[in-house]
Every structure is written in structure tokens, then in C-alpha cells.
């Protein structure tokens, strides 16, 4: 397996513009993470699906933040409009429900918006 | 709200000692914690998971220990070597189908 893949892996857009995000999770999860880490505040989860149903999305900050989940094999997490203050990296991870094999991680998504 | 807390300034140690790092948290025990690793530039990676109900875990040169009473798991590396000089997070998950919080991280220095 490749692992968790996300893309873009680099994105720079300016401020107001729409962000989208990409991920395609281990084949066989069955839960996906979407996690934002910044040096000030670490890691944060922003939301997490189980069996492609989104169960806590107490993270996300805002309204201009929304994911989805349409199948097993891709979610995506969309920024719209974008802030100077949402540049950060942008993880995405999958794990089986039950969580003890622990988490897989992407590279990431490091976001630049000015 | 949970609190984990990691020793937030960096460890340094000389190559071949062991390394101990701490993680604490507040509030009710999880029913897993993990540690992961995370170089500059990648996402975490998942090392070690030790369940409530567990004293303490080894894989290689790794060790875990998770006192409930005390509310806090230690992590240890023997046998240091510079290629362990990385981010080391622990994280909490309460519940199967529940969510995994970080803490900050604790930055390890392994010198030769």
C-alpha cells in the first residue's frame, strides 16, 4: 500500500480564494482524520469520519471550513474564502475503527495563504 | 476540557544514554495511549500503543509505562542513538471510534 496520499503537497493562494485539499486513505480504514498543526497550537483535529460518516466536526473553526467524505477511498477538506490565518500544514490520517493498530498519516498539505 | 501536557523544552542527550520523555494529561484516563514520531517536514508516525489495563509495553529499543493513578505514561529509548533526534508525540483515544488528541510534542537532540 502507498501509504496515505494527499495532495496538493504545497499550495500558496491568496486571501478569498477557495482552498481544496485531498486525500485518499489506506485501503481497508475505515476511519479518517483531517488534523491542522501549526507551531502555536500543534496538532488540532478539525473532523473525522467513520465508515464515510462524518461524526465530530467540533473542530473546524469556521464555517469557510467543510469536508466530505463521498467514499471509502477520498475525502477532501475545502477552505472557502481563505484566510492569511488559516497557513498552516494540513494532515490527513485513516486508522481502523477500532484505532489500536494506531493512526497513518500523510505528508501532509502545507498551505500558504497571503 | 483534556489537557496533555509534554515537556515543551528540548531534550538533549548524549548518544548511548536513555532517553525519558513525560506526558501527563488531566482528567479521566483514555482507554489507549499512543506515541508517534515526527521528523521536520512528514507527518507523524504511529510507534507504540498501551491500553488502560497495561503497565508498561516494549518493542526494541522502545518502552511505555502508563500509570492511571499518577495520570501520566513515560517513554523511554535506550540506547540512544542520533538517528531517534525527532519530535516525539503522545495522544490520547478514549474510546474505540473516538478521536486521537495530541499533545505538543517533545523535541529530542540525541548527540554523538
Known amino acids: 500500500d502507498a501509504g496515505v496520499i494527499q495532495s496538493p503537497r504545497h499550495e500558496v493562494t491568496e486571501m478569498g480564494q477557495e482552498v481544496t485539499l485531498r486525500c485518499k486513505p489506506i485501503?481497508?480504514?475505515?476511519?479518517l482524520f483531517w488534523y491542522r498543526q501549526t507551531m502555536m497550537r500543534g496538532l488540532e483535529l478539525l473532523i473525522y469520519f467513520n465508515n464515510n460518516v462524518p461524526i465530530d466536526d467540533s473542530g473546524m473553526p469556521e464555517d469557510r471550513f467543510s469536508a466530505k467524505m463521498p467514499n471509502a477511498s477520498f475525502s477532501t477538506l475545502k477552505i472557502q474564502p481563505s484566510e492569511p490565518r488559516d497557513s498552516a500544514v494540513y494532515f490527513c490520517?485513516?486508522?481502523?475503527?477500532?484505532?489500536?493498530?494506531?493512526?497513518?498519516f500523510g505528508s501532509g498539505t502545507r498551505l500558504t495563504v497571503v | 476540557s483534556q489537557k496533555i501536557e509534554q515537556n515543551s523544552e528540548a531534550l538533549n542527550i548524549q548518544e548511548g544514554k536513555t532517553a525519558t520523555l513525560t506526558c501527563n494529561y488531566t482528567n479521566y484516563s483514555p482507554a489507549y495511549l499512543q506515541w508517534y514520531r515526527q521528523d521536520p517536514g512528514r507527518g507523524p508516525v504511529f510507534l507504540l500503543l498501551?491500553?488502560?489495563?497495561?503497565k508498561e509495553k516494549r518493542k526494541e529499543r522502545l518502552k511505555v509505562t502508563f500509570d492511571t493513578t499518577l495520570k501520566q505514561s513515560l517513554f523511554h529509548i535506550t540506547a540512544s542513538q542520533p538517528a531517534d533526534s525527532a519530535t516525539y508525540l503522545c495522544?490520547?483515544?478514549?474510546?474505540?471510534?473516538?478521536?486521537?488528541?495530541f499533545g505538543q510534542g517533545t523535541e529530542l537532540s540525541v548527540k554523538p
Open positions: 498501551i491500553r488502560e489495563n497495561e
Open positions: 485501503s481497508g480504514h475505515n476511519s
Open positions: 490520517a485513516s486508522s481502523l475503527i477500532t484505532g489500536e493498530s494506531g493512526y497513518t
Open positions: 495522544a490520547l483515544l478514549y474510546n474505540q471510534g473516538g478521536k486521537l488528541i
